[in-house]
């Protein structure tokens, strides 16, 4: 399941960077998380990243993008592959 962040964002650039995938971006009001491209850092770490600095817990499992551990790994593999 992708994540996704909610309105209680605060905007305070923390998460950003912190994810592996470039799946978090600027949206209109707040941080907002690509599906397609989020993993919950499965293939990277073993907790997602956005998850462990977010200061105001604002990044639950999105139930719009339900995916288990092993869809998330096959879509880790594919986005690798793609940048090498």
């Not at 073993?46 to 977010?54: G, H, L, M, S, Y």
Request: proline residues 8%; hydrophobic residues 30%.
């Amino acid at each position: 399941m992708a994540l996704m962040i909610t309105d209680e964002c605060i905007n305070c650039d923390v998460c950003e960077p912190e994810c592996p995938n470039d799946a978090i971006s600027q949206g209109d009001e707040i941080y907002v998380i690509d599906p397609n491209k989020c993993t919950e850092c499965v293939g990277h770490y073993d907790t997602p990243q956005c998850v462990e600095v977010c200061p105001v817990d604002c990044i639950p499992k999105d139930p719009a993008h339900a995916e288990s551990h092993e869809q998330l790994q096959a879509k880790y593999e594919k986005l690798t592959a793609a940048k090498g």
